[in-house]
């Protein structure tokens, strides 16, 4: 067979012309009948033959014209890849801007273009009612500026470290966010020193030490992907030693293992990048957005409850984790008393995650963390729910702090809010809890108020919000307001115990899964760290103790 090239007429990509012919080799051995090409996913890479029993005529610059051939479809796949993530970074960044606006309370209240004379009709119904999950832009999103309250501010230096860690793996990430202590520090600590430092972070930039606060930490990213084992086969063939012994068994084995076991996330914990020490959890986006619109293990949703510095954004992401974080506030407010202050409201959603954490059953995590995490981010948590509390009709700030130009970023004084306990109202939030937690409550009441199946049944048809070809609002029939009107601490334990019954299986089962998917070595380690936590946040206590 004789290859040659053509030179494209217009500016186009070179043609490949072949002439085969028929051609006898007398073969002396299966290694001299081996074939001339290795054919990767990329090139064609000649193999020489010891004893070459055939000249093919213009062989190198036939070869060369090949992998030229296929390096410019690869850059160009590359050169789009990296155009893509840059877009998505800049939009991101352009988000994080507009969640520092003097507006940005009032951010998340939708104002519709019509005229206020104009009556409202079916049509005009809240994006909440009917999310659009099939969006692929940021410009079709419910409206602009939709959901920037989910961007903090942090560092400028720090966030582009971040972001650049993003950037030493070439698998495409999606969407992409740093969270926990080693990005939002929930203690004060001293300096420390460059030893300490170095034992965390071999070579650590000014920025994290700076953000850190002098008490290094591992930082820990979250990444979303389109294709779980597509993903996992490009970064086993880049990082391997990120991998226990699971990944020998290739990227088949290891998204099985993600997909199927816990909560859908695969994690590779204390991976040095750069000098920094990081953890990285890697999930599908469908896996994301239905754990965050329908609440079925808490797992992701719950750590997206807190403050998180969102690297690489997504619009579906966004608006399901929108709807996430409405849903804890509402949860939230189920729990709470007509009164309370935002401390009480932080906490109470920051600890929702916490209920059914089998880590907080065991001296393997601080008790006092929950504390901690709200304590340290004020701002933070009022920057991502103050927005959301201007949005709903039965809660407001009831404080005259709020009167100020810069009461938002005011964390000196805490707020005071008050929600209304009408029946109605509060059976609406009910009726708008995610789907998966909402079947949930309905189950354990409908054993409380001892209903019939069939009964129940008929009365959830009638109810039925989720058809696709009809406009339903999600409003709270007499079933809701039944529930919402449940003594206060009786609603409570409810609500509680179906969090717990949410969050365990899938916390315990992903806890398992940790110590073959990071294997034992990192997993004990990252055990004794979390025990030495638990006894560090327990020594003032016993101190306290004995003066006493």
């Given at each position: 067979?004789?290859?040659?090239?053509?030179?494209?007429?217009?500016?186009?990509?070179?043609?490949?012309?072949a002439?085969v012919t028929?051609?006898?080799?007398?073969m002396a051995?299966p290694?001299?009948?081996?074939?001339?090409?290795?054919?990767?996913?990329?090139?064609?890479?000649?193999?020489?033959?010891?004893?070459?029993?055939?000249?093919?005529?213009?062989?190198?610059?036939t070869r060369?014209?090949?992998?030229?051939?296929?390096?410019?479809?690869?850059?160009?796949?590359?050169s789009?890849?990296a155009?893509?993530?840059?877009?998505?970074?800049?939009?991101?960044?352009s988000?994080?801007?507009?969640?520092?606006?003097?507006?940005?309370?009032?951010?998340q209240?939708h104002?519709s273009?019509?005229?206020?004379?104009?009556?409202s009709?079916?049509?005009?119904?809240?994006?909440?009612?009917?999310?659009?999950f099939?969006?692929?832009?940021?410009?079709?999103?419910?409206?602009t500026?939709?959901?920037?309250?989910?961007h903090?501010?942090?560092d400028?230096?720090?966030?582009e470290?971040?972001?650049?860690?993003?950037?030493?793996?070439?698998a495409?990430?999606?969407?992409?966010?740093?969270?926990?202590?080693?990005?939002?520090?929930?203690?004060?600590?001293?300096?420390?020193?460059e030893a300490e430092?170095k034992?965390i972070?071999?070579?650590?930039p000014?920025?994290?030490?700076?953000?850190?606060?002098?008490?290094?930490k591992?930082i820990?990213f979250?990444f979303?992907v389109?294709?779980?084992?597509?993903?996992?086969?490009?970064?086993?063939?880049?990082?391997?030693?990120?991998?226990?012994?699971?990944?020998?068994?290739?990227?088949g084995?290891?998204?099985?293992?993600q997909?199927?076991?816990?909560?859908?996330?695969?994690f590779n914990?204390?991976v040095t990048?750069?000098?920094?020490?990081i953890k990285?959890?890697?999930?599908n986006?469908?896996?994301l957005?239905k754990?965050?619109?329908?609440?079925?293990t808490?797992?992701?949703?719950g750590?997206?409850?807190?403050p998180?510095k969102?690297?690489?954004d997504d619009p579906?992401?966004?608006?399901?984790?929108?709807?996430?974080l409405l849903?804890?506030?509402?949860t939230?407010l189920?729990?709470?008393p007509p009164?309370?202050?935002e401390?009480?409201?932080?906490?109470t959603?920051?600890?929702?995650?916490?209920l059914?954490?089998?880590?907080?059953?065991?001296?393997?995590?601080n008790?006092?963390k929950?504390?901690?995490i709200?304590n340290?981010?004020m701002?933070?948590f009022?920057r991502?729910y103050?927005?959301?509390?201007?949005s709903?009709?039965?809660?407001d700030?009831?404080?005259?702090?709020c009167?100020?130009?810069?009461w938002i970023?005011n964390?000196?004084?805490?707020?005071?809010?008050?929600?209304?306990?009408?029946?109605?109202?509060?059976?609406?939030?009910v009726?708008?809890?995610?789907?998966a937690?909402?079947a949930?409550?309905?189950?354990?009441?409908?054993?409380k108020?001892?209903?019939p199946r069939?009964?129940?049944?008929?009365m959830?048809e009638?109810n039925?919000?989720?058809?696709?070809?009809?406009?339903?609002?999600?409003q709270?029939?007499s079933?809701?307001?039944?529930v919402?009107?449940?003594d206060?601490?009786s609603?409570?334990?409810?609500v509680?115990g179906v969090?717990?019954?949410?969050?365990?299986?899938?916390s315990?089962t992903?806890?398992?899964?940790?110590?073959?998917?990071?294997?034992?070595?990192?997993?004990?380690?990252y055990?004794g760290e979390?025990?030495?936590?638990y006894?560090?946040?327990d020594?003032?206590?016993?101190?306290d103790?004995?003066?006493s």
């Amino acid at each position: 067979m004789i290859v040659r090239s053509i030179p494209p007429s217009s500016g186009g990509l070179p043609i490949i012309w072949a002439h085969v012919t028929t051609l006898r080799v007398a073969m002396a051995s299966p290694k001299q009948g081996a074939r001339l090409y290795s054919i990767h996913a990329t090139r064609f890479q000649y193999r020489p033959r010891s004893q070459p029993s055939i000249r093919l005529p213009a062989l190198s610059s036939t070869r060369s014209c090949l992998r030229t051939f296929s390096s410019d479809t690869s850059k160009r796949s590359s050169s789009e890849g990296a155009k893509t993530a840059h877009k998505i970074e800049s939009e991101t960044d352009s988000a994080a801007g507009a969640a520092g606006s003097p507006n940005e309370p009032h951010s998340q209240k939708h104002h519709s273009s019509t005229a206020p004379s104009t009556p409202s009709t079916e049509s005009d119904f809240d994006w909440e009612e009917k999310p659009n999950f099939r969006i692929e832009k940021f410009t079709e999103l419910p409206y602009t500026n939709f959901g920037v309250n989910q961007h903090m501010i942090i560092d400028r230096e720090f966030k582009e470290v971040l972001r650049q860690l993003l950037w030493k793996f070439r698998a495409p990430i999606r969407y992409a966010f740093a969270y926990g202590s080693g990005v939002f520090p929930q203690s004060t600590g001293g300096a420390a020193t460059e030893a300490e430092i170095k034992a965390i972070h071999p070579k650590a930039p000014a920025a994290v030490q700076k953000a850190q606060e002098g008490s290094p930490k591992m930082i820990d990213f979250i990444f979303g992907v389109s294709y779980t084992q597509h993903w996992h086969s490009l970064n086993l063939m880049q990082h391997r030693d990120h991998y226990s012994r699971l990944g020998s068994l290739g990227s088949g084995a290891v998204s099985w293992v993600q997909d199927k076991w816990g909560a859908g996330v695969y994690f590779n914990p204390y991976v040095t990048v750069d000098g920094v020490l990081i953890k990285y959890g890697v999930v599908n986006i469908d896996t994301l957005c239905k754990d965050l619109s329908e609440w079925d293990t808490l797992y992701l949703a719950g750590r997206l409850h807190k403050p998180v510095k969102i690297l690489r954004d997504d619009p579906r992401v966004r608006l399901a984790n929108q709807i996430n974080l409405l849903s804890a506030l509402r949860t939230a407010l189920l729990l709470l008393p007509p009164t309370f202050t935002e401390q009480e409201l932080y906490a109470t959603i920051a600890g929702i995650s916490y209920l059914g954490d089998p880590r907080m059953a065991f001296p393997t995590e601080n008790p006092k963390k929950v504390a901690n995490i709200v304590n340290h981010n004020m701002l933070n948590f009022r920057r991502l729910y103050a927005p959301l509390v201007e949005s709903l009709p039965n809660v407001d700030y009831d404080d005259p702090a709020c009167s100020k130009p810069d009461w938002i970023t005011n964390t000196d004084a805490v707020l005071k809010l008050q929600q209304d306990m009408d029946p109605v109202k509060r059976g609406n939030m009910v009726r708008r809890l995610p789907k998966a937690f909402r079947a949930k409550v309905y189950f354990e009441y409908q054993k409380k108020f001892q209903i019939p199946r069939l009964e129940f049944n008929k009365m959830m048809e009638e109810n039925k919000d989720e058809d696709a070809d009809s406009f339903k609002r999600q409003q709270g029939g007499s079933f809701e307001q039944r529930v919402a009107q449940d003594d206060p601490e009786s609603l409570r334990q409810n609500v509680r115990g179906v969090i717990k019954k949410t969050i365990n299986w899938p916390s315990t089962t992903q806890s398992i899964k940790g110590v073959i998917t990071s294997g034992f070595g990192r997993s004990f380690r990252y055990m004794g760290e979390k025990m030495a936590k638990y006894r560090e946040a327990d020594k003032p206590e016993k101190a306290d103790d004995k003066s006493s």
